[in-house]
């Protein structure tokens, strides 16, 4: 049973740091790309960054410069650390085995950032 569990969350400041986890079960993580997707209230759930087999990352334009995915295969283990956070970065963010969702795959709880003064 593929399983997602993301930590690591919680209300920092503007300018603040975070470092998201996301620890997956399930599946032979080191055979997929894994993301980190985040959805704000109201809004879509959108693509925050990727990692592929080899390491190779992608970021959206709005986080790059400020956000670092990593992941650890050994630990089965995907990771977030999230820089210089600004108000919109507030959303749930949630780690997941592809760049685009899939139906029928299924997502984590997600954990909750939220930048405010």
């Known amino acids: 049973q593929v399983q997602f569990v993301e930590s690591g969350g919680g209300l920092v400041q503007p300018g603040g740091s975070l470092r998201l986890s996301c620890a997956a079960s399930?599946?032979?993580?080191?055979?997929?790309?894994m993301s980190w997707f985040r959805q704000a209230p109201g809004k879509e759930r959108e693509l925050v960054a990727s990692?592929?087999?080899?390491?190779?990352?992608t970021y959206a334009d709005s986080v790059k410069g400020r956000f670092t995915i990593s992941r650890d295969n050994a630990k089965n283990t995907v990771y977030l650390q999230m820089n210089s956070l600004k108000p919109e970065d507030t959303a749930v963010y949630y780690c997941y085995r592809a760049r685009v969702p899939i139906v029928g795959w299924p997502w984590g709880q997600g954990t909750q950032v939220t930048v405010s003064a």
């Open positions: 990692i592929n087999t080899s390491a190779t990352a």
């Open positions: 399930g599946f032979t993580f080191s055979n997929y790309v």
